[in-house]
């Protein structure tokens, strides 16, 4: 069984910077891609960046140039870097461990309870 726990989420002002971390556990844990997903208020839930081992990534297009995803698969941690944040990058931010297939991120091996970033203007 793999349990994934992130950390990091808080109240800050809108333009600041935050990094969210996770880390994850389990024997069976046979992921080499990880991911963010995050869930504003009232909204679907939507993927914000994944990154595979070899280095591949993707982004959102709100969060492109603001967010940096990186991972450490040896330690099986996750960082999520957000700067210039925004009120609508409020939600709940949730760490997934998982595989791609070709271009696509499938969030299949994990995910966490998911942290809050809320963002105050």
């Known amino acids: 069984q793999v349990r994934v726990v992130e950390s990091g989420g808080g109240l800050v002002q809108n333009g600041e910077s935050l990094t969210l971390s996770c880390g994850v556990s389990g024997s069976a844990f046979m992921a080499n891609a990880a991911g963010w997903y995050r869930q504003p208020p009232g909204k679907q839930r939507e993927l914000v960046a994944a990154?595979?081992?070899?280095?591949?990534?993707n982004y959102a297009n709100s969060v492109k140039d603001r967010f940096t995803i990186s991972m450490d698969i040896a330690k099986r941690m996750s960082y999520l870097q957000m700067h210039t944040l925004k009120a609508d990058d409020t939600a709940r931010y949730y760490c997934?461990?998982?595989?791609?297939?070709?271009?696509?991120?499938?969030?299949?091996?994990?995910w966490g309870q998911g942290t809050q970033v809320t963002v105050s203007s």
């Open positions: 990154i595979h081992v070899g280095g591949r990534t």
């Open positions: 997934t461990w998982g595989t791609f297939s070709g271009a696509d991120y499938y969030p299949n091996l994990g």
